[in-house]
């Protein structure tokens, strides 16, 4: 196309009615492209108009009734589109947002290494430290409920960058806490900003990459985070045994490299929720042109933030009691992170009272969880690829084969904890036995997240909060009595009472690869979700015939 002064046309389309000509204004500063609406893709889809984001418009004058609107929209290939970006693009923007859950992750090990010195130097009560320790989980499963939906208003990008120096403040806070109680205030803080950034990690990876593609990406995530719970623990526990450093350096640490995150991401990070791309280049044609019609496709039926806001309190809480498949995976990772939280804390305690290990040396234990996390990511491929082998035959519980497993192992691991710490038994034994625990604790969370983004399309992000609270009250809860538990039990029994609840829970995962598919044709939300997959492919059918 040629650029001249010369007035070109574009056709556009309203929802019903002829079809309206619309004469646009070449600018020499920015040339103007003739669009056919049907050669573009999505033009059936078209409410009134389909405009390229990849063009400035200058209306002159137009016969379009004031009304109306233009709706900016991707095409088809357009490198703007975050799904279109490019492969080391897309893998540069997954590796900065998982680095946010990776530096939030060590929060709650790291805060455990440091007990002993906390409670002399704050004269606070183990049971006081135990609350702190907590109530980071229950800033982190509570405070996302009211909060999801902000995403939808502003973005991913200044949530992530607002979490982040908010949480470095929180850890300051705690550095120079004097009390017991101003710990816990910056703790349940904490929680709430790292918990704000850190659920958008999976809608950011959804943004960007294909349903096909997102399962080594989403392995990477999980590893990250289980990988620098590792690595931070064992940091801590190292800090704790110099008597200069300890606990406040604990917390002054994560807060500079919280800290150090927040000042990168200011210069690297990237939006890339569609809706907010388009939004902003819909305002900037809105503003060369002086014509307010141009917009985004529903943005003039977009609820108000408080009625987002309540949508997001009260669907997942829905759907933890009244949907099948989501209740039953909620009571397993209950459970399962619940022990996880138990079983990070009482490391220290089972290899110090046993082994008569120091806090440095207690430490170098949880390098059982990175190397849980890189056996785990092994499996991850081979899930992926049985998923993709038998995804036409079984549907979502394709996911599951590696679920299964992990039902199975998960009581063996703790059974081998319990029982093999003891003085007479090889240190190494319950290694092993921690080992094959965050084994199953990587796998589960990888295998729930995407069985769930599967089973519920649209609807996941509500699924994936309710079991994200349960994941999170759970680890709130059990280390809450889990103290008293192995003082009075001893270190064998408590974990032996752990490991008989985990061989209840076995049948979870086999019953929903079994019964799966029928579970969610009973299901309210699953049923109409699948009438809505169903109906294209009647329609494509019926044209065919």
């Known amino acids: 196309m040629g650029i001249n002064n010369a007035p070109e046309k574009m056709t556009l389309m309203r929802p019903s009615g002829p079809s309206t000509t ?33 063009d400035s418009f200058y209306a002159a004058s137009t016969i379009v009734s004031p009304t109306d609107s233009f709706y900016a929209e991707f095409q088809r290939g357009d490198p703007r589109n975050p799904i279109n970006y490019s492969w080391l693009r897309k893998w540069c923007i997954t590796l900065v947002v998982c680095a946010f859950n990776g530096i939030t992750s060590p929060a709650t090990p790291s805060f455990a290494m440091g007990f002993g010195s906390m409670m ?24 996302p409920l009211f909060t999801s939906s902000l995403s939808e208003e502003v973005g991913r990008r200044p949530i992530y960058l607002v979490s982040a120096f908010l949480g470095a403040m929180c850890n300051v806070l705690a550095a120079l806490s004097n009390n017991i109680q101003t710990i816990m205030v910056a703790r349940v803080l904490g929680g709430a900003f790292a918990s704000t950034g850190a659920i958008l990690v999976g809608g950011t990876i959804a943004d960007i990459w294909e349903p096909h593609e997102r399962g080594l990406p989403m392995a990477v995530f999980s590893m990250v985070s289980m990988v620098t719970t590792g690595l931070g623990s064992i940091i801590s526990a190292w800090l704790e045994l110099d008597p200069h450093l300890q606990w406040r350096w604990i ?28 939004r902003h280049i819909a305002k900037k044609i809105r503003k060369e042109t002086g014509d307010d019609r141009y917009r985004v496709r529903g943005e003039e039926t977009r609820p108000k933030l408080s009625a987002m806001m309540k949508i997001s309190c009260t669907r997942p809480i ?53 190397v849980g996390s890189i056996l785990g990511l092994c499996a991850n491929v081979y899930q992926d690829a049985l998923y993709r082998k038998y995804v036409s035959q079984r549907g979502p519980e394709a996911r599951l084969y590696i679920a299964c497993l992990v039902a199975l192992l998960l009581p063996t691991s703790i059974f081998i904890y319990a029982w093999t710490a003891d003085p007479r038994i090889f240190w190494m034994w319950p290694v092993v036995g921690l080992s094959i625990f965050m084994f199953c604790s990587f796998v589960s969370y990888q295998v729930v997240f995407v069985y769930l983004a599967d089973c519920y399309g649209p609807m996941a992000s509500s699924a994936l909060a309710g079991q994200g609270l349960a994941r999170n009250l759970g680890s709130f809860g059990f280390p809450l ?8 039990l001893t270190y064998k029994w ?43 492919a009647i329609e494509s059918r019926d044209g065919d015939a």
């Open 318 to 370: 829905m759907f933890v009691l009244t949907e099948p498949i989501v209740t039953s995976i909620c009571i397993w990772v209950f459970f399962m992170s619940g022990v996880l939280y138990v079983q990070i804390g009482s490391v220290s305690g089972v290899f110090k009272h046993t082994y008569h290990f120091n806090v440095g040396q207690s430490g170098l234990v949880f390098i059982t969880v990175i």
């Open 494 to 536: 408590a974990n032996t009472i752990f490991g008989g609840v985990a061989v209840i829970l076995i049948p979870v995962p086999f019953v929903l690869f079994l019964y799966g598919p029928s579970l969610r044709k009973y299901s309210t939300v699953c049923s109409q979700l699948m009438q809505v997959e169903e109906k294209p």
């Open 481 to 488: 009595f889990s103290h008293t538990m192995f003082k009075k």
């Open 22 to 54: 619309v004469t646009l204004l070449n600018v020499p500063i920015s040339p103007v492209k003739t669009l056919s609406l049907e050669t573009l893709p999505d033009a059936h889809k078209s409410a009134s108009a389909i405009v390229s984001p990849t």
């Open 120 to 143: 002399q130097d704050l004269n606070c009560t183990r049971f006081q430290a135990t609350v702190a320790y907590c109530l980071y989980s229950l800033g982190f499963g509570i405070v």
């Open 251 to 278: 917390q002054r640490i994560q807060a500079i490299v919280q800290g150090t995150y927040f000042l990168l991401s200011l210069l690297i990070m990237e939006e890339t929720r569609s809706q907010i791309i388009l």
